[in-house]
């Protein structure tokens, strides 16, 4: 992609393979998960302790890039793997309204420190 990939607002959520690193000069900040064994397939994630995010997916990916107006540097950010919990609003796998409170593996705890973070789960 010859095109920076540039995020300045909204809720974000993509997975697959590799991904076009977002750029830095993005107005809001953007939290890229990796892993090497394409392993990944749920994931939630808490920020100072409350559910952002609830993704559940039917098949493994490598990589998420995520993004939300509530990935502010200060804050605590928790990746997680939850067990699967039902919700009634669901959008492509996006679960909304869902608190996560069955932590099977935690990825890491982190303060972002860039605009563009990648974190390796």
Same mark, same amino acid.
């Given at each position: 992609n010859? /095109?920076?990939l540039?995020? /300045?607002?909204?809720?974000?959520?993509? +997975?697959?393979?590799? +991904? +076009?690193?977002?750029?830095?000069e993005s107005a809001q900040n953007i939290l890229i998960l990796k892993s090497s064994k394409n392993d990944l397939k749920d994931i939630n994630i808490k920020i100072n302790g409350y559910d952002i995010l609830n993704y559940f997916s039917s098949v493994n990916f490598f990589t998420m890039v995520f993004s939300s107006p509530d990935l502010i540097a200060k804050n605590d950010i928790e990746? /997680?793997?939850?067990?699967?919990?039902?919700?009634?609003?669901?959008?492509?796998?996006?679960q909304f309204q869902v608190s996560c409170n069955n932590i099977v593996k935690k990825y890491a705890t982190i303060k972002l420190t860039a605009t563009v973070q990648t974190v390796a789960v």
């Open positions: 010859d /095109n920076p540039i995020i /300045n607002g909204g809720f974000i959520v993509a +997975t697959g393979g590799d +991904t +076009t690193v977002p750029s830095s990746i /997680n793997s939850p067990l699967y919990v039902a919700s009634d609003i669901e959008f492509m796998g996006l």
